[in-house]
């Protein structure tokens, strides 16, 4: 079985910044993508970003220039700075791992999320 433990949600003011970790844990044998999604009430989940083991990223057009993805691919982690956050930014944050895990013996893919962390911009 793995884990993804969030941190580092949190209220911040218009303007402010928070850093987002997600640390996966349990019997990984590699993670090929890591990513983070949001949900805001009333609205469906959307990627935020996203990394791969070589370090491609990808990101929703409304965090460029704003957030940044990075993983350290020994610690099996995964960071999202986000500066600059707005209002329209506030949803619970979701982390992903699209991954390999050994269970049974065997090498099988798996698709993991965290329990999410709550993230609001507000004055």
């Known amino acids: 079985q793995v884990q993804l433990v969030e941190s580092g949600g949190g209220l911040v003011q218009p303007g402010g910044s928070l850093r987002l970790s997600c640390a996966a844990s349990?019997?990984?044998?590699?993670?090929?993508?890591m990513g983070w999604y949001r949900q805001a009430p009333g609205k469906q989940r959307e990627l935020v970003a996203g990394i791969t083991s070589g370090g491609s990223t990808n990101y929703a057009d409304s965090v460029k220039g704003r957030f940044t993805i990075s993983r350290d691919n020994a610690k099996n982690t995964a960071m999202l700075q986000m500066n600059s956050l707005t209002p329209e930014d506030t949803a619970v944050y979701y982390c992903?791992?699209?991954?390999?895990?050994?269970?049974?013996?065997?090498?099988?893919?798996?698709?993991?999320w965290g329990q999410g962390t709550q993230v609001t911009v507000s004055s």
């Open positions: 349990g019997s990984i044998f590699s993670i090929y993508a």
């Open positions: 992903n791992a699209d991954l390999y895990e050994i269970s049974g013996g065997r090498v099988s893919e798996g698709d993991y």
